[in-house]
């Protein structure tokens, strides 16, 4: 969701020009409004529309802004419409306290009427002003801004981050209670943001925060405090390794484009990390846990699905697996303190996972192991173990080099699994190692080249469609899962990804002449999609067909491109590819409706809130 970028700077000229430069990095996580707070001379210029950050600059002049400090904040919608007077930051009372939040504040309503009934002038319906209100509020009492912050944090209610200052002091305040927060010391300048990507353009130095810890930030330096009792932490900047780079497109036209390509090379460096030093441990806490729980969202979920059906099938193991949201709910009661929590999530700090991970601490209901991309994340931070999907920056909105990397995950994780409580020979073990290893990379890349055109082809003749389906069998269960919500994200069609055994049981009504039904396949099991197949057909339905060339298959297409085919590989390789056709349907089709397929309506990347 939103990301706040705060920066100190020696040099009074160039604030609008940096803020804007960095906090667009954070484009990901919000582009319903964009703001600057930037001061000078003890005067806050405070800029804010509703937008991109490319569109609010062209409109505001954000950079051209000049001040030796200031705030920047990219907006996603959830308390307040996104309008102008919701944008943030916002002022405290007077133009004096300027500040901005990531998260939700869960006692909006309480504390606003408390705010107004105490003679405060709220302006807009956007939770974010209260922590400037709040911090103001404590300035009245303690006229000391440090203390300010630090009780502010009091009255808030929530899981959020924010940045603050005031017009006539040289620093800026940011403090971490729920929210992602990472700051930068740079030469002659410093920051904090909500995410690494914003850090990256000023410095590699960098320094995670942990909840309950606030900042204070000069041109110079970054100091540390906690924040239940103003006690200096002693923490030094870290160089990270990430490449500013990293988040440029790279030549491709959109993100997303740029990120389908890269998958050849995360399948290698996701390999290196599980053929690390820690792959034992990983296993051991499988081997050890008498319960396995896998918890995700969106696609982090579809790859789950996925992983489930490799450790039935390589482990002989049950794997639960639920979405973050409804986990407790469902499943909560059976957990216990020999359970093993699987977290899955690229930004790892999606709020309905962060939830099942604080009460599986809180009730000792065993062991967590997180599957994140973020490094630096809470989910980093705060799981027993992680697994680092390894997948470099993921900067467009919708997921695909995260969620293919999960599958290799899984993959993997069942196959030595299953080779260590003797499910499956070793041999077999080693040899399915050996193909992600060594086969893989190159599949993926014969799949990008052989299917993107006929994907390109296929959305043109997909234009006026408004509703579908993308079914899926067995393993590709979690695959078609996927390829619909990409359909649905990026192109705004209902698309509904189910289990094809399930069509016949209601949703076949649908179907009338040309209806368009997808169907993702592997040659182990489309001898029973093809009965699923038939039941679209004989309804006049359009079929679609994802994965190896089959004969058997042909006659259920009506053209070329109505076939998207992966390369031969093994039966339990053929899953992991057959999303790829899927993810480049999606892209094609979206770029051909006019959407920007990396910054979907209404949606951000980093979801912090319930
Ligand atoms: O960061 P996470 O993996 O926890 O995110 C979960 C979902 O919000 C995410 O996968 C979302 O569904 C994607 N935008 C889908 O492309």
Redesign the pocket.
Known sequence: MCGITGIVTRNSDEIGELLVRCSSKLTYRGYDSVGVAAVRNGIVDLRKDVGTVDEVNKLLGLSQMKGDRGIAQLRWATYGAPTKVNAQPHFGCEEVFYGAHNGNIHNYVEYKKELLETGHIVRSENDGELCVHAVDKYYEETGDMFEAVRKSTDDLHGAFAYAVGRADEPEIYAVKMGSSLVAGVANEATIVSSDLPSVLPLTNNVIYLADGEMLVLTHDDVKVFRIEDGKQLDRKPELSNVDARAAEKGGYPHFMLKEINEQPKVVQDVMGVLEGQHSDEWIKMFADASRHFLV??????NASIVGTYYFNRLAGIPIIHGL?GQFDLMYGQTMNEDSLSIL???????KD?MNVLKRVKEKNLGKTLGIL?VIGSTLMFESDSYIPMACGYEVS???TK??YSQSIIFAYLAAKLGEYNGHIDPSEARSFVGMLKNDLPRLTQETIDRTGILAKNLARTMLDVKDLYCLGYGFTDGVAREGA??IK?ICYNHCEGMYSSEFKHGPLSIVTKNYPVIFATTPEDSWMVINHINEVRARYGRTIIVGEHEEKLEPYIDNKHDYLIVPKSDVLINPILDVIPLQLLSYFLSVDLGINPDLPRN?S???TVD
Do not use: F
């Open positions: 995700a969202c969106g696609s982090s979920y973050g899955v999530s690229q930004s790892g700090e999606t996972i991309n909105v919708p997921a995260t969620y919500l990409k994200e949606l990347k980093t979801l």
